[in-house]
């Protein structure tokens, strides 16, 4: 038995459980911070163990073209490679086939990838997608799928979860890397019976968890939620439950009282490179000119790094002169905001309180218009 349910919520479907794996137990719900190419960016491993992430993400797609699987084979796998001796998940590269679309050919074995970086042939289909996945000796493989993008017809998301889908049995086939895990990917679009047979089709196989995809690929946050309101009362309640690259601190909190367990989203990130922070009452542009001579942290409930040792003047400034410094400030800050939000969501399941937590923070992040 790979996944625990420790707690359940009697107002949600949201649980608190721990995921077992080769590289160590992850206690969910968790986010996974994002490293598609090796690394989190702006962040060392060790600054990731200071964070208490348990679990981050490497990509197959992106991988394969750099460093490739022969660097990988001889460094001992994705592990070994990039010093991170806890536990990796790895994409299989359904996202690119979304968010490359003008770079690849369809086929009903797979795609054909022009490579981004020098117009190269790159083909890609469940046996070889779960093959550079073993290769990489991730400790969660994903099964490859076809990301529906959005808007789709029912036509074309019923054609996509239909190819996910034999993609999927072939993937639950294969070889895999000692001790590791399998998830199946539920596809559908935004269409309530698509949803639903995708979800029992994907559990019908068997994988070792099943994770929702085809969300935050440009809809509105409410058909999001719809996604997940269809798809909680038919998960199966044994196994993790994974939104992929999802989302925003409101969206992780709304997805676990749906009954998520596993997140990521390059967020925390992307909008800490880019001069902002993530703060209990919303996201703070500390770029702006407002903060010049503000001589107060980020956040002073914050117990992170940047807020136990330096300013938003200050942090300003560093951003200001292009200095890496501040940008991996607001990473490192961001990302210890996610980890924590996870950790008191962890908590307050475990002491019965998780529904009061909910609705407070709902007013703290209130719906974009």
Request: with cysteine; hydrophobic share 40%; glycine share 10%.
């Amino acid at each position: 038995m790979c996944f625990e349910i420790l707690h359940r919520d009697p107002g949600s479907y949201a649980r608190r459980g721990v995921l077992h794996t080769a590289h160590g137990d992850v206690q969910t719900p968790i986010f996974m911070p994002v490293g598609t190419a090796a690394t989190v960016k702006a962040v060392s491993p060790r600054e990731l163990h200071e964070l208490d992430a348990q679990i981050i993400l490497g990509n197959t797609y992106h991988l394969n073209l750099r460093p490739g699987m022969d660097i990988m084979r001889a460094a001992g796998g994705l592990h070994r490679f990039m010093g991170w001796d806890r536990a990796i998940l790895t994409d299989s590269g359904g996202y690119q086939v979304f968010s490359l679309s003008g770079l690849r050919k369809l086929r009903p074995d797979g795609v054909e990838f022009q490579s981004h970086i020098d117009g190269s042939k790159l083909f890609l289909g469940p046996k070889e997608a779960m093959a550079i996945q073993a290769t990489l000796g991730s400790d969660v493989a994903m099964a490859f799928d076809e990301c529906t993008p959005y808007p789709a017809t029912r036509e074309q998301a019923l054609a996509s979860l239909e190819l996910t889908m034999r993609w999927a049995a072939q993937c639950r086939e294969q070889p895999r890397a000692p001790g590791q895990l399998v998830f199946g990917i539920c596809q559908g679009s935004i269409y309530q019976d698509l949803r639903e047979r995708a979800v029992t089709e994907i559990s019908a196989l068997d994988f070792d968890g099943v994770a929702i995809g085809g969300v935050s690929v440009g809809e509105p946050e409410k058909e999001m939620l719809e996604v997940l309101d269809w798809c909680a009362p038919v998960l199966p309640t044994a196994k993790p439950h994974y939104l992929m690259g999802v989302g925003t601190p409101r969206q992780l909190v709304a997805g676990v009282a749906r009954g998520i367990d596993m997140f990521d989203c390059v967020l925390p990130t992307r909008l800490g490179r880019n001069g902002s922070a993530y703060t209990a009452t919303g996201t703070m542009p500390v770029k702006a000119g407002r903060y010049k001579d503000d001589f107060t942290p980020i956040d002073e409930t914050c117990g992170c790094y940047a807020c136990r040792n330096f300013t938003k003047a200050y942090i300003r400034h560093l951003l200001n002169q292009d200095e890496i410094l501040g940008l991996r400030l607001l990473t490192l800050h961001n990302l210890h905001f996610y980890l924590d939000t996870m950790r008191q969501v962890r908590q307050h399941l475990e002491a019965g309180t998780f529904r009061e937590f909910h609705d407070h923070f709902m007013t703290l992040y209130p719906a974009a218009e």
